[in-house]
């Protein structure tokens, strides 16, 4: 497909796609699609490294194992990664790389592409991996946008893309409030689902963007931004295909018969579902999760503050009204640069230096927005009946006011177009698409995020945005900060936007990235997500009493995992024929992601 092919191709809808869109944001995703591209000089390179082939096997033995797989699923369900990489966009995104790469584009990439239809399928899959040696690596739909997308770990791996035909909603409980899906189930399809039946009292929690598998967000403890958004505390019950093949269930899905698999997710037992999340321990193909009640009204809320040092005792105000559920939904408090970005225009627009874009253009620019201009803005939703609203938005109102130059900005003034209605559907339940828009920043933007997790405390705010500053003032990079508040800890989301086609501003943000983990670390503060390529250093920082959680998951992945064919180095975790050939990512590996070979003997 051209460039000019991908620019003018029809967005995706649901029912006909399982990766598509609801309708009613046809129109709005359309104007996202075509910013994309306005915007993208990228050129669609020739194949440089080809064929692509997994360490570890012959070039003739791997295509060997191909014709044997393709005997297995059916020849049209097993496709060789040899064409050009097209990145696509949100809706029509690749599952053989990550469209928004930070390493060299043919770095992480998949050998072949397989396309499972069943737990039994799966199972094939596996069991052929493990017969010939070769690494697989699942994905549920490939959005894992900002932390490596559809890109396996280790170049060369079977992609094994579950959402394409396993995407089968298996069942909604409109009275228990819950439901059972399958990988290739996105926050888009489920909601169209429960609305086409109409049940107006269950809700569906959603993250920024709903085009993501519900299962793949959820087992990397992704979140969503109403009560419910805490989408791993959740769940309820897994189907897994174990790295050997053998199929289990968890929680009360063990009890042959079982009426309340989704009901109640802890069973009889050790509680194993854990060891199925940010892992490579097993396959998960059917998840169980609860829905929320429709709260009975809802009513979205916005403050401004003006002052950068407003960060400190605003937490402090937001600390106690969050842990008491006055603030029901996981807070939002954004940088005002967001704001401007969440236009969807270039930066380049207000200002074309390479330095950080100066506070006063942001602050010029923010002023002509309906918002107004403000250095801290605060997105929240209360739920329930009027009069409940009102007992809980009176106190915000006065614990919010206690800044000076607090504002509330109404509703009512903000035209529909703006960002504040994004954020208003994401909070009731309704998955929306408009969080793209601040990617366009940078042309052929993509974006990567550092994620520390901190108790929610003004001091712990200042130091993580103390040191994000002074990093992205050192690498040139504009700081994008948001803090989200849940129930006892706070997570400062930087996302770090970049031009993926400019090999310099790819350096950069690593680096930056890098340095900013390592700052964290070294203050208490750990990462609670990474890109793929940080994976190592991440799970490098967690090393308590010698690196004694390592060593356990070490001795699970051995265990579980004797072959090593299961997503290599995922979350840091490498079997033990990878370890001690240089297959960890350090600050000195550049671009180049492979060790040197994998120990025949396994």
Not at 14 to 37: D, M, W
Request: glycine share 10%; charged share 25%.
């Amino acid at each position: 497909m051209s460039f000019s092919d991908e620019a003018n191709s029809n967005v995706p809808l649901l029912p006909g796609t399982h990766s598509g869109l609801p309708g009613y944001l046809l129109e709005e995703a359309q104007r996202v699609k075509n910013v994309i591209f306005e915007t993208r000089n990228k050129p669609q390179n020739a194949r440089q490294r080809l064929p692509v082939v997994p360490q570890g096997i012959e070039p003739d033995r791997f295509f060997e194992a191909l014709d044997d797989l393709r005997g297995q699923l059916g020849a049209e369900h097993v496709e060789l990664n040899d064409k050009p990489l097209r990145d696509g966009w949100y809706l029509e995104h690749p599952n053989t790389h990550d469209m928004m790469t930070i390493l060299d584009e043919e770095e992480l990439v998949a050998s072949a592409v397989v396309y499972p239809s069943s737990t039994e399928e799966v199972q094939k899959i596996v069991l052929w991996a493990n017969k010939y040696g070769i690494p697989i690596f699942p994905i549920s739909m490939g959005r894992n946008l900002g932390y490596g997308g559809a890109a396996p770990r280790v170049r060369g791996s079977v992609v094994v893309d579950l959402g394409k035909r396993m995407n089968q909603i298996l069942d909604i409980n409109a009275e228990d409030y819950t439901c059972l899906v399958e990988p290739g189930v996105s926050f888009y399809a489920l909601y169209e689902a429960i609305q086409a039946k109409g049940y107006d009292h269950l809700w569906v929690d959603t993250p920024d963007l709903g085009g993501g598998s519900i299962i793949g967000n959820t087992v990397d403890r992704g979140v969503g931004y109403t009560p419910y958004g805490d989408h791993w505390a959740c769940h309820s019950g897994l189907e897994v295909v174990l790295p050997t093949g053998e199929v289990i269930r968890t929680g009360m899905g063990a009890l042959p018969g079982s009426n309340t698999w989704q009901a109640f997710p802890y069973g009889f037992g050790p509680y194993s579902d854990g060891i199925f999340s940010q892992s490579n321990f097993g396959i998960v193909t059917k998840m169980g999760m609860t829905l929320m009640p429709n709260p009975g009204g809802y009513e979205s809320f916005m403050y401004t503050f003006q002052k950068e040092e407003d960060l400190a005792p605003l937490i402090e105000i937001i600390r106690p009204l969050r842990i008491s559920n006055i603030l029901e939904n996981v807070a939002q408090l954004r940088h005002v640069i967001q704001t401007v970005a969440a236009r969807g225009e270039l930066r380049s627009k207000y200002y074309d230096g390479k330095a950080p874009i100066p506070d006063d253009i942001i602050h010029a620019a923010a002023a002509q927005t309906p918002t107004g201009d403000c250095t801290w803005a605060y997105y929240g939703m209360s739920y329930g009946p009027p009069h409940i609203r009102k007992y809980k938005l009176d106190i915000i109102d006065a614990e919010f006011k206690r800044v000076p130059g607090a504002k509330r900005i109404d509703p009512a003034t903000i035209p529909e177009n703006e960002y504040f209605w994004a954020r208003d559907r994401v909070a009731a339940g309704i998955p929306d698409i408009r969080e793209l828009k601040w990617v366009n920043w940078m042309p052929n933007g993509a974006h990567v995020a550092f994620s520390p997790v901190s108790p929610i405390r003004g001091t712990d705010a200042t130091k993580l945005f103390d040191l994000a500053k002074k990093r992205h003032d050192e690498f040139g990079i504009d700081l994008f900060p948001a803090f989200c508040v849940g129930l006892r800890e706070m997570h400062l989301i930087v996302e770090i936007v970049f031009d993926r086609a400019d090999t310099e501003r790819r350096k950069a943000a690593m680096d930056c990235l890098r340095a900013m983990i390592d700052d964290a670390a070294a203050l208490g503060y750990g990462e609670y997500r990474t890109h793929l390529v940080l994976m190592d250093q991440v799970a490098g920082t967690y090393n308590w009493n010698d690196g004694a959680l390592m060593k356990f998951n070490e001795k699970l992945k051995d265990a579980l995992d004797p072959n090593g064919i299961l997503a290599p180095g995922r979350c840091g975790i490498w079997p033990k024929r990878y370890r001690g050939r240089g297959w960890e990512m350090t600050a000195e590996s550049g671009e180049h992601s492979e060790g040197n070979g994998v120990d025949p003997s396994g």
